[in-house]
């Protein structure tokens, strides 16, 4: 055996786990307490792409790894540089992303001293985090690294954080390769109970009226073939959560589109009437179920996820399985293949028929006036684009017309802050995206308000020559909450009209970027067309109308049923 | 659905910010710490933290696998308390007057406990048992007039089989 005993400062120790770990790409923003490894990436391969905010580099971090299936690395240094991750992380936290995020460190020497640039940033991401470290001797540094690799892609997945003192990333230690990483404490289920697995079966067998709720875990596990292949084989159609969308295919004539507070009215009805839910990768977050009580009260729920604690968190169940999705969605299909169903079509025809009439009176629909409607630039796009975009988002209104109005046939394609719903997010997860995926169209659907969150990354879009568009919804108001107000604040419009903002042709050109702006209906195709086609960057400014609001609506804590319909 | 107090014993890595996390779990998501125990056992690296919460069915069951989620928790059980021994001490303070010394001893000599320090005004009395024998000492020493106390909180072991 070769002896790969070496002693290696620090940072060399950093870059080489970094590398036997497949990273060659990172994102972050320099400082003191990270020079040192800095000056050692700088003699590396690995490629920095330096945002223009640590947020930013997190986010980014974070459409890379949805983009690109592997873990996203960011660098940050002490202080400010650690506390700026905190949102990014948080994000990541709740969408279960794979993130491993360095932070620099004040010398050990100095910890607790309230030195200059000194932040407890374990203690500020204890809370979200999958899990952090702070690295107290070079000695140490090899061992959390692989475990926070290890830590961040297995199981549910989720952000990691290492904390590297300046002296422990300076400080010398032996290294030696390791490859596996034993934890005594950690060891996910990724196989489901058999036995529970059987009684799925016969539940299905006995339903009338069977539907899946697929959500993110199915495309975190890479699971969409399974789950396509199970729904097709049993007929049961298929409603998703915001991040599960692209996890079925969304032209599929099993697929509801999404479900809950805006999902469509087909997806809230059938919940409600089927008898038996199962339940994929999701948590039952309360924009998804409403009240409670009310939600799916007619059916068996069966609960198919990696993470025990999401399993009768938010609702009762009839059936846990913690499991893995795919491997639980391929023992699954593995068993119905031997199972003679019969004539399927004819059983679910009541079902679906019933399914195929709330379609017809609850489509997504809305009248294209003089005015643009928001919901026509996202279907425009949507056309002009074949639906093979990958799509991010911000936040509000822009985020639900997209995933309303935008089919995702394929998992991740749909890149969205789901849990956190954080604005700014979708420009720098373009980035990220488009960094994953060079030859792919990405699109960032945003709206007037979020985009300026981050704006600042406009700048990293012309450092690195990156092709991504914006389409900015440009409603002139923080437009969700504007509405909220509409409806529920008898339009009494508190902090919601900005009454300023850039010129976004302007602001575009500042950056190097084309900027086109329509303000009528018919501008809208041309500007889409052109925008798409342009060689590089373009932000797309389409005025839309004000007032729109995003329906169906279920207020918040109200049973899904109870929709509020244009 | 009805609330009732459990003790839960884990067993956790020994190492700085391991109490931080299982803490901050319980005050991140609303659960209640009643008494908290933390030592190292015969193994250095792990400690054992015994926790006493009281909490209804659903959400003792998210208490449980939110701990085992935790990457420094390596075992987590909800006691059953006819299959575990429960201990917890105190150190009372009681003033004594001189016609209520001989009522003090008495009562320490009822509950097995030891007189550990003593002044012209007051005894320290060490006291171990369970929560009621505790309360119940604690009681009958109040109107005698109690200074201070300091309680250790419970720890527990399950038994053995005989
Ligand atoms: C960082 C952050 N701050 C505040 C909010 C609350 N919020 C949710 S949607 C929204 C309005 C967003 O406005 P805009 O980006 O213009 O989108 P629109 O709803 O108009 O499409 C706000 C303020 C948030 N989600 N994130
Ligand atoms: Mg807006």
């Given at each position: 055996?070769?002896?790969?005993?070496k002693?290696?400062?620090?940072?060399?120790i950093?870059?080489?786990?970094?590398q036997?770990?497949?990273?060659?790409?990172?994102?972050?923003?320099?400082?003191?307490?990270?020079?040192d490894?800095?000056?050692?990436?700088?003699?590396?391969?690995?490629?920095?792409?330096?945002?223009?905010?640590?947020?930013?580099?997190?986010?980014a971090?974070?459409?890379?790894?949805?983009?690109?299936?592997?873990?996203?690395?960011?660098?940050?240094?002490?202080?400010?540089?650690?506390?700026?991750?905190?949102?990014g992380?948080?994000?990541?936290?709740?969408?279960?992303?794979?993130?491993?995020?360095?932070?620099?460190?004040?010398?050990?020497?100095?910890?607790g001293?309230?030195?200059f640039?000194?932040?407890?940033i374990?203690?500020?991401?204890?809370?979200?985090?999958?899990h952090n470290?702070l690295?107290?001797?070079?000695?140490?540094?090899?061992?959390?690294?692989?475990?926070?690799f290890?830590?961040?892609?297995?199981?549910?997945?989720?952000?990691?954080?290492?904390?590297?003192?300046?002296?422990?990333?300076?400080?010398?230690?032996?290294?030696?390769?390791?490859?596996?990483?034993?934890?005594?404490?950690?060891?996910?289920?990724?196989?489901?109970?058999?036995?529970?697995?059987?009684?799925?079966?016969?539940?299905?067998?006995?339903a009338?009226r069977?539907?899946?709720?697929?959500?993110?875990?199915?495309?975190?596990?890479k699971?969409?073939?399974?789950l396509t292949?199970f729904?097709?084989?049993?007929?049961?159609?298929?409603?998703?959560?915001?991040?599960?969308?692209?996890?079925?295919?969304?032209?599929?004539?099993?697929?509801?589109?999404m479900?809950?507070m805006?999902?469509?009215?087909?997806?809230?009805?059938?919940?409600?009437?089927?008898?038996?839910?199962?339940?994929?990768?999701?948590?039952?977050?309360?924009?998804?179920?409403?009240?409670?009580?009310?939600?799916?009260?007619?059916?068996?729920?069966?609960?198919?996820?990696?993470?025990?604690?999401?399993?009768?968190?938010?609702?009762?169940?009839?059936?846990?399985?913690?499991?893995?999705?795919?491997?639980?969605?391929?023992?699954?299909?593995?068993?119905i293949?031997?199972?003679?169903f019969?004539?399927?079509?004819?059983?679910r025809?009541?079902?679906?028929?019933?399914?195929?009439?709330?379609?017809?009176?609850?489509?997504?629909?809305?009248?294209q006036?003089?005015?643009?409607?928001?919901?026509y630039?996202?279907?425009?796009?949507?056309?002009?684009?074949?639906?093979?975009?990958i799509?991010?988002?911000?936040?509000?209104?822009?985020?639900?017309?997209?995933a309303?109005?935008?089919?995702f046939?394929?998992?991740?394609?749909?890149?969205?802050?789901?849990?956190?719903?954080?604005?700014?997010?979708?420009?720098?997860?373009?980035?990220?995206?488009?960094?994953?995926?060079?030859?792919?169209?990405?699109?960032?659907?945003?709206g007037?308000?979020?985009?300026?969150?981050?704006?600042?990354?406009?700048?990293?879009?012309?450092q690195?020559?990156?092709?991504?568009?914006?389409?900015?919804?440009?409603?002139?108001?923080?437009?969700?909450?504007?509405?909220?107000?509409?409806?529920?604040?008898?339009?009494r419009?508190?902090?919601?009209?900005?009454?300023?903002?850039?010129d976004?042709?302007?602001?575009?050109?500042?950056?190097?970027?084309?900027?086109?702006?329509?303000?009528?209906?018919?501008e809208?195709?041309?500007?889409l067309?052109?925008?798409?086609?342009?060689?590089?960057?373009a932000?797309?400014?389409?005025?839309?109308?004000?007032?729109?609001?995003?329906?169906?609506m279920?207020?918040?804590?109200?049973?899904?049923?109870?929709?509020?319909?244009? | 659905m009805?609330?009732?107090?459990?003790?839960?014993?884990?067993?956790v890595d020994?190492?700085?910010?391991?109490?931080?996390?299982?803490?901050?779990?319980?005050?991140?998501?609303?659960?209640?710490?009643?008494?908290?125990?933390?030592?190292?056992?015969?193994?250095?690296?792990?400690?054992?933290?015994?926790?006493?919460?009281?909490?209804?069915?659903?959400?003792?069951?998210?208490?449980?696998?939110?701990?085992?989620?935790?990457?420094?928790?390596?075992?987590v059980?909800?006691?059953?308390?006819?299959?575990?021994?429960?201990?917890?001490?105190?150190?009372?303070?009681?003033?004594?007057?001189?016609?209520?010394?001989?009522?003090?001893?008495?009562?320490?000599?009822?509950?097995?406990?030891?007189?550990?320090?003593?002044?012209?005004?007051?005894?320290?009395?060490?006291?171990?048992?369970?929560?009621?024998?505790l309360?119940?000492?604690?009681?009958?020493?109040?109107?005698?007039?109690?200074?201070?106390?300091?309680?250790?909180?419970?720890?527990?072991?399950?038994?053995?089989?005989?």
């Open positions: 055996m070769e002896n790969t005993e002693t290696l400062t620090g940072a060399q950093l870059m080489t786990v970094l036997e770990e497949g990273v060659d790409t990172i994102f972050g923003f320099p400082g003191g307490a990270v020079i490894i800095y000056d050692e990436l700088d003699r590396t391969p690995i490629r920095h792409i330096l945002t223009r905010h640590e947020q930013a580099a997190v986010h971090a974070d459409g890379y790894a949805r983009a690109s299936g592997k873990v996203g690395v960011c660098l940050v240094t002490s202080g400010p540089g650690a506390t700026n991750t905190v949102t992380i948080a994000s990541a936290y709740m969408d279960s992303i794979p993130l491993v995020v360095v932070t620099g460190q004040v010398p050990t020497s100095l910890i001293n309230d030195a640039q000194e932040v407890d374990v203690g500020i991401t204890r809370p979200c985090t999958k470290y690295v107290k001797r070079t000695d140490d540094l090899s061992k959390v690294l692989k475990e926070a290890h830590i961040a892609r297995s199981g549910r997945p989720g952000p990691v954080l290492v904390d590297i003192p300046k002296d422990v990333a300076k400080g010398k230690a032996v290294y030696s390769r390791m490859d596996a990483t034993q934890m005594k404490s950690y060891n996910p289920t990724y196989h489901p109970n058999m036995r529970q697995l059987e009684k799925v079966i016969s539940l299905i067998q006995e009338k069977p539907m899946i709720f697929a959500g993110g875990g199915v495309i975190l596990s699971a969409s073939a399974e292949a729904a097709r084989k049993t007929q049961m159609p298929v409603t998703t959560s915001l991040m599960g969308m692209g996890a079925f295919p969304g032209t599929d004539s099993l697929c509801l589109g479900l809950g805006h999902g469509t009215y087909r997806a809230n009805m059938a919940t409600s009437a089927c008898d038996l839910l199962i339940g994929v990768g999701v948590r039952f977050d309360d924009r998804v179920t409403g009240k409670t009580d009310a939600f799916a009260s007619q059916a068996k729920i069966v609960h198919i996820d990696i993470d025990p604690t999401s399993i009768r968190k938010n609702v009762l169940v009839t059936l846990p399985l913690v499991g893995d999705c795919k491997i639980t969605l391929q023992e699954l299909n593995r068993m293949e031997r199972i003679d019969g004539n399927i079509a004819e059983q025809r009541d079902w679906l028929s019933q399914i195929a009439q709330w379609k017809e009176t609850g489509a997504l629909d809305y009248d006036t003089t005015i643009i409607k928001p919901q630039v996202v279907e425009t796009l949507y056309r002009l684009t074949q639906g093979k975009a799509i991010t988002t911000e936040v509000g209104q822009n985020q639900m017309w997209a309303q109005y935008y089919h046939d394929e998992p991740d394609h749909f890149i969205t802050s789901g849990g956190l719903g954080v604005m700014g997010f979708g420009l720098p997860a373009a980035i990220g995206a488009q960094i994953a995926q060079p030859e792919h169209l990405v699109v960032d659907i945003a007037d308000g979020s985009i300026q969150m981050n704006i600042q990354e406009m700048a990293t879009i012309r690195y020559g990156l092709p991504v568009k914006i389409v900015i919804l440009n409603n002139r108001y923080l437009g969700m909450v504007r509405q909220w107000q509409e409806l529920f604040y008898d339009k419009y508190s902090c919601t009209d900005m009454e300023s903002a850039p976004f042709v302007k602001l575009a050109e500042a950056y190097g970027a084309l900027g086109l702006k329509a303000t009528t209906p018919e809208v195709e041309s500007v067309r052109e925008g798409l086609a342009a060689p590089g960057a932000i797309m400014d389409f005025w839309v109308d004000r007032q729109e609001c995003v329906y169906p279920v207020p918040a804590g109200a049973p899904i049923t109870e929709m509020l319909l244009v | 009805t609330e009732s107090k459990h003790v839960i014993t884990m067993l020994n190492q700085p910010g391991v109490l931080a996390r299982v803490v901050g779990l319980f005050s991140g998501r609303g659960f209640n710490i009643e008494s908290l125990c933390v030592a190292e056992t015969t193994s250095p690296e792990v400690s054992r933290i015994t926790l006493v919460t009281t909490a209804d069915p659903l959400v003792m069951e998210q208490i449980i696998k939110q701990l085992r989620k935790l990457i420094n928790v390596i075992k059980r909800d006691m059953d308390k006819s299959k575990a021994v429960q201990r917890e001490m105190a150190l009372i303070c009681v003033r004594t007057k001189p016609e209520h010394r001989a009522e003090v001893l008495r009562i320490v000599d009822i509950f097995r406990g030891k007189i550990v320090d003593t002044g012209s005004e007051h005894y320290i009395i060490e006291v171990t048992g369970d929560e009621g024998k309360t119940a000492i604690i009681n009958l020493l109040k109107p005698i007039g109690i200074k201070k106390i300091a309680r250790t909180g419970t720890v527990a072991l399950f038994r053995e089989p005989k």
